[in-house]
Each structure stands twice: as structure tokens, then as C-alpha cells.
């Protein structure tokens, strides 16, 4: 019996293997000799800046995510940010109105539409895909890029009211 187990294990180890690396391959950018040597400076960009980001505004996930938006949005507006800096302050963005939905926080629904927008159009102008970016932030990679695939594929949520943005709580 156990060794049924470990062989059924095993079988469904590798079938989850190759449905990854074929979902990958339906993602996967052209590559180029112009992307390979691109895709290092853009991709360290990217990250340093998601990490500052982080550092900077996540404290505010928990307690309000109209103020972590604001923190994020706050980096965004700095002047002389490279595109790779900025897709990398806005894709934490997007990892932390995530982090907002699994606690049910008010408006991160409408954040996390927004980011993976925005983020979808800004890895176009770059040449990335998600495989490319998910890494630049600790975390499972694949559920993450699953979840903005079926985010982008929702129409845009309404906007925040004013009377949902009162009983929100600030610190």
C-alpha cells in the first residue's frame, strides 16, 4: 500500500511538472538576443525597487490598504524612475493588494485590478512575461501569476465610494 502511494505521488509530481512547464511555454516571449541581454538589468531593476517599495509600504497591508495604495502610488510619482524601477514598485503594489484580498481588506479587489493592468501593459512595453517578473518578490510564483490571469480577465471593479471610504479605519 505505501508503495502504491508513493508511486501515485510520484506520477502526480510529474504530471503537475509537465502542466507547468507547458502553461509556461503559452507565456513564454520570443527570445531574442536584444531580450537576453536586456532582461538582466531590467529584471535586477525591477526587483531592487519592488524590495524598497516593500520595505517602505507594506507595514500598511494589514492595517489600511487605502494607505498602502498611497505609499506605492507615492514611489510611482518620484521623478527619474526607470520603466524597470517602476514596473517593480507597481507589481508590489500588486503583490500587496493580493496580500489585502486574502484578508478580505476593503478596495483591495479594485487595487489588485488596477496593478495587474497596469503591469500587464508596462511587461509588454519591456518584453516580459510573468515568468520573467514573479520571481523579483519571494513567493509562489505560480499561484500569484494565476491569480492576476484570472483578475485581468474580470471587467473593472467600481470605484470606492465615499461613504465605503469613511468606515475604513486609519492609523
Not at 78 to 84: E, F, H
Amino acid at each position: 500500500m505505501l508503495k502504491v502511494l508513493k508511486i501515485n505521488r510520484l506520477i502526480f509530481a510529474l504530471a503537475l511538472i509537465a502542466a507547468v512547464c507547458i502553461d509556461s511555454l503559452a507565456y513564454a516571449q520570443p527570445i531574442t538576443v536584444d531580450r537576453v541581454s536586456a532582461l538582466p538589468s531590467i529584471i535586477a531593476g525591477a526587483k531592487q525597487s519592488a524590495l524598497v517599495a516593500q520595505q517602505d509600504c507594506i507595514r500598511y497591508v494589514q492595517m489600511n490598504v487605502f494607505e498602502f495604495e498611497e505609499c506605492i502610488n507615492k514611489r510611482l510619482n518620484a521623478k527619474g524612475l526607470t520603466s524597470a524601477k517602476r514596473l517593480g514598485i507597481t507589481y508590489m503594489g500588486f503583490v500587496g493588494a493580493l496580500s489585502g484580498q486574502r484578508m478580505g481588506s476593503q478596495g483591495s479587489h479594485r487595487m489588485s485590478w488596477e496593478f495587474a493592468n497596469k503591469i500587464q501593459k508596462m511587461q509588454k512595453k519591456l518584453g516580459l512575461n510573468d515568468n520573467d517578473l514573479c520571481p523579483i518578490i519571494p513567493g509562489d510564483c505560480q499561484m500569484r501569476i494565476a491569480r492576476a490571469q484570472l483578475i485581468l480577465k474580470q471587467p473593472a471593479p467600481a470605484p470606492i465610494t465615499e461613504s465605503e471610504l469613511a468606515g475604513v479605519h486609519k492609523h
